[in-house]
């Protein structure tokens, strides 16, 4: 079947989060998270080492949306159930249909960081993709010294399949950065 005419939900919950794909002024507590985060982002994450603005954060939201529906990429972002407040942003990446199997990708606004938020999100989005998109592999890609990025699939039982040594530069660009490959597959 065309991954096109997939019914797939909007918005799903775990225990304590709204998961959901972005909405029109989502950019905003995107933007103000990036801002109070950047510190902590631009180590791993090329984007936070960008100029970053409100209006580009709503124009990227809003093509992630658009690429949600011709099921190419599903960013989703991660809101406190309690409060509605914006923590952070993941999603099911890179997808292959015909296995199906996806990438997990991920962070977290600093500030709410240390509360189990991410392990919790990445549970969820890896069981919706496993029961509702009925995913054959989830993979998790992170820097060897990326420690609070790696504690996640390994809290989860993610197998930690193999290290692709020298297959990145660090986002400064100064260095090779060695990549491990984490997965989990359907039983």
Do not use: C
């Given at each position: 079947m065309d991954p096109i005419l997939l019914d797939i939900p909007v918005e799903f919950y775990t225990e304590r989060l709204i998961i959901r794909v972005p909405r029109p002024g989502d950019g905003k507590a995107v933007y103000e998270s990036i801002k109070a985060s950047v510190n902590e982002l631009k180590q791993w994450l090329p984007f936070a080492r960008e100029e970053q603005s409100e209006e580009k954060i709503e124009i990227n939201l809003r093509n992630a949306y658009?690429?949600?529906?011709?099921?190419?990429?599903?960013?989703?972002?991660?809101?406190?159930?309690?409060?509605?407040?914006?923590?952070?942003?993941?999603?099911?990446?890179?997808?292959?249909?015909?296995?199906?199997?996806?990438?997990?990708?991920?962070?977290?606004?600093?500030?709410?960081?240390?509360?189990?938020?991410?392990?919790?999100?990445?549970?969820?989005?890896?069981?919706?993709?496993?029961?509702v998109l009925h995913a054959r592999r989830i993979t998790i890609r992170c820097d060897t010294l990326n420690e609070r990025s790696k504690a996640i699939p390994e809290r989860l039982g993610f197998e930690l399949e193999g290290t692709l040594r020298n297959d990145d530069r660090s986002v400064d660009g100064t260095r090779l950065r060695d990549t491990h490959i984490y997965a989990k597959v359907a039983k």
């Open positions: 658009s690429k949600f529906l011709a099921r190419e990429d599903m960013r989703l972002l991660l809101f406190l159930k309690e409060t509605n407040e914006f923590i952070g942003s993941s999603g099911l990446h890179n997808p292959n249909w015909d296995i199906p199997k996806f990438e997990i990708g991920y962070w977290i606004d600093s500030r709410y960081s240390g509360n189990g938020y991410m392990t919790e999100a990445v549970n969820g989005i890896t069981d919706f993709a496993f029961q």
